[in-house]
């Protein structure tokens, strides 16, 4: 049984755009990560003062001889953020634009025809209109 439905949900394509999801999605990560690091933190570094984001941290226990320090690396989490909200970002902008080629694509629906008793009804409401 258990088989049997893996088996519907892996041939009906749920699983294949999962897949194909999940893909794209960590490569789109990888190229959000690189624009953030790359191109926007220096720039905002620079605006800043020049902080280097990826240096900030607060040190708890410094390091002694072959221990390394123990740090809060606030500056990652700084970056971490920016990278999420980037790609929240584009997200929504995807999300909107496909909302929008559905709305096109939709074709608004013709009114049913009046019923017969409708008609019957309209023909004395003007008939009543006459007098």
């Known amino acids: 049984m258990f088989l049997k439905e893996f088996k519907e949900f892996a041939i009906k394509g749920n699983a294949i755009d999962l897949a194909v999801g999940v893909i794209i999605g960590g490569a789109f990560g990888k190229i959000v990560t690189s624009i953030v690091n790359d191109l926007l933190m220096p720039i905002v570094g620079i605006l800043l003062g020049g902080i280097n984001f990826s240096d900030l941290k607060y040190v708890i226990k410094p390091a002694e001889g072959t221990i390394p320090e123990a740090a809060i690396r606030?500056?990652?989490?700084?970056?971490?953020?920016?990278?999420?909200?980037?790609?929240?970002?584009?997200?929504f902008?995807?999300?909107?634009?496909?909302?929008?080629?559905?709305?096109?694509?939709?074709?608004?629906?013709?009114?049913?025809?009046?019923?017969?008793e409708e008609n019957l009804l309209t023909e004395i409401r003007d008939l009543l209109a006459k007098k």
């Open 93 to 116: 902008l995807m999300v909107k634009a496909i909302n929008q080629l559905r709305k096109k694509d939709e074709v608004p629906a013709t009114p049913p025809a009046p019923t017969n």
């Open 74 to 91: 606030y500056g990652n989490f700084i970056q971490s953020v920016v990278d999420f909200t980037i790609i929240a970002f584009c997200i």
